[in-house]
């Protein structure tokens, strides 16, 4: 059974820092290109980060670009995610997903999505 499992969300202040992780079960990370997808209340779910299987070239969201830091551990088949400078408008349910070895946007390249974790910016 493939699955991914995150970890690392929870409540934080404005300006505050997180690390979110995610594990792969069944399946070797280091092979897929592994994104990170938020979705916040009444919103649509979009695309934050994105690691390249390969060569490990990362991309992310405009707005996250700067504060937010995608990275991969082969030993651990983990990849983490470090966010600086948190702000309100980052609340909202992060998702881990697995794909072809590129990275993309279209949430349709990617066959393997995690539950989530409950990221809230909030004093």
């Known amino acids: 059974q493939l699955q991914l499992v995150e970890s690392g969300g929870g409540l934080v202040q404005p300006g505050g820092s997180l690390t979110l992780s995610c594990s792969g079960v069944g399946l070797t990370l280091d092979y897929y290109a592994i994104a990170w997808f938020r979705q916040a209340p009444g919103k649509e779910r979009e695309g934050v980060s994105c690691?390249?299987?390969?060569?490990?070239?990362?991309s992310y969201l405009d707005t996250v670009k700067g504060r937010f830091t995608m990275s991969r551990v082969t030993a651990n088949n983990s990849v983490y995610l470090q966010m600086n400078n948190l702000k309100p408008e980052d609340t909202a349910v992060y998702t881990c997903?697995?794909?072809?070895?590129?990275?993309?946007?279209?949430?349709?390249?990617?066959?393997?999505w995690g539950h989530g974790t409950q990221v809230t910016v909030s004093s």
């Open positions: 690691i390249a299987s390969g060569d490990g070239k990362t």
């Open positions: 997903a697995s794909g072809r070895p590129w990275c993309t946007w279209n949430q349709g390249s990617f066959h393997v």
